[in-house]
Structure formats: structure tokens, C-alpha cells
């Protein structure tokens, strides 16, 4: 079955540092989203991409999908505190009937 | 608009006692999901709605039955809780988009279990 693998698990950066983590699917997908969830809150919708080789920008936040739309990743620019949390990538595969897959999320801690 | 609500926030249930955990959203969305989140594991499907009167099964559905009780509520039910599906449960909501498979998922703010 289609599988969403993310990395790092873990990443601690020292504020003011840049931040990036890989998501990769081990078959095609028809788009990408991600999310942020801050500790004890819950996941919120950040970005979707659906064209290969598509980078779209929030901020300091820069977010690519692979040409073969099987990887993505999000990149953040000199990281702040308020970046704190756990990004998770969400692949949905080919078939309109594909349930979206969930990766296992990265954890960004910052230290000042 | 409240977006997507559920209760309880917080739940301790002994060993083989039963609860429904109930969710409601108010933005007519089609499809709802049942999430269950462990450290470390991210998020796990347990049961989906794709639309009213419909429901199936995700990854991890054992111990676990929902029911679609109109377009606005789904509820999942523990009918013997055992320490094991002591979690964070979220509950999602989505409305497929125009493009194939697309569907942005609208969380509820979670609801903790502990079961002794």
C-alpha cells in the first residue's frame, strides 16, 4: 500500500538557523499538503502543491514537489520561536478514491 | 463558523467501560475522519466518512465502531476500552476539491484519552 515517509523525526536548531524536512512516497501522488501542528494544539492546513515540480512560498516558509511527484519538502528561513511544532506532509495517491496518507511528522524545537 | 468541534476534551475511562467521543462540523463538508495520534507514530486513520450513511474502515480500526449520524456528525465509540487506545483523538473534515483527490482536512482540537 502507498506509504508517506517523513524525515528528520527530530530537528533542533538554534533560532535564526534554517530548517528543512523531507517527505517521500513510495508511489505517485495527485498533490501534497502539509501541516503544522504546535504542541497541544492540533494539525492546521498550511499549503497544497498539485503540479510537478511546483514551489510555492509563505513567508519565510518555501515548499517544493519533486518532478516525479513522489517528494516534497519544506524549507524554513532563518527559524523563530513562533516556529515551534511538528509539520506533517499528507500525500493523496492516483485514484480519485485514494484516502490522503498522513507522514509521521517532523518535531522542530528552537533553541534560543 | 465553529469549524470543526468535538467533546470531550478530556476523557479517563477504566478497562472495559465504553464511550462515544462525538464530533460535529459546520462547514457542509462531505467526508469525516476519525484520527488517533501516539507519539511518535503521527496520525493514523482509524475510521472515515466519505459521505452521509457512508462509513470505512482506515488503518487502524479494530476496537473502534462510528456512525455517520447526518451530514454535520460523526461519532466514534470505545465499546470496551483497554489501555492501549489511550490517545489523542482528532476528528477531520474535508470537501474534495474540483481537482482528483484534493481535499484540504479541517482538524477538531482533539480530544485526550486515558483509559486505566
Known amino acids: 500500500g502507498q506509504q508517506v515517509m517523513q524525515i528528520p523525526q527530530y530537528q533542533h536548531v538554534q533560532e535564526g538557523e534554517d530548517f528543512t524536512t523531507y517527505c517521500n512516497s513510495s508511489t505517485t501522488l495527485s498533490n501534497i499538503q502539509w501541516y503544522k501542528q504546535r504542541p497541544g494544539g492540533h494539525p492546521v492546513f498550511l499549503i497544497q502543491l498539485v503540479k510537478s515540480g511546483e514551489v510555492k512560498k509563505q513567508k519565510r516558509l518555501t515548499f517544493q514537489f519533486g518532478e516525479a511527484k513522489k517528494n516534497s519538502s519544506l524549507h524554513i528561513t532563518a527559524t523563530q520561536t513562533t516556529d515551534v511544532g511538528t509539520y506533517f506532509c499528507a500525500g493523496s495517491g492516483m485514484n480519485r478514491d485514494d484516502k490522503i496518507i498522513f507522514g509521521k511528522g517532523t518535531r522542530l524545537h528552537i533553541l534560543p | 463558523n465553529a469549524g470543526v468541534t468535538q467533546t470531550p476534551k478530556f476523557q479517563v475511562l477504566k478497562t472495559g467501560q465504553s464511550m462515544t467521543l462525538q464530533c460535529a462540523q459546520d462547514?457542509?463538508?462531505?467526508?469525516m475522519y476519525w484520527y488517533r495520534q501516539d507519539p511518535g507514530m503521527g496520525l493514523r486513520l482509524i475510521y472515515y466518512?466519505?459521505?452521509?450513511?457512508?462509513?470505512d474502515k482506515g488503518e487502524v480500526p479494530n476496537g473502534y465502531n462510528v456512525s455517520r449520524l447526518n451530514k454535520r456528525e460523526f461519532s466514534l465509540r470505545l465499546e470496551s476500552a483497554a489501555p492501549s487506545q489511550t490517545s489523542v483523538y482528532f476528528c477531520a473534515s474535508s470537501e474534495r476539491g474540483r481537482t482528483s483527490g484534493t481535499e484540504t482536512q479541517y482538524f477538531g482540537p482533539g480530544t485526550r484519552l486515558l483509559v486505566l
Open positions: 466518512s466519505a459521505s452521509e450513511g457512508t462509513t
Open positions: 462547514m457542509n463538508h462531505n467526508s
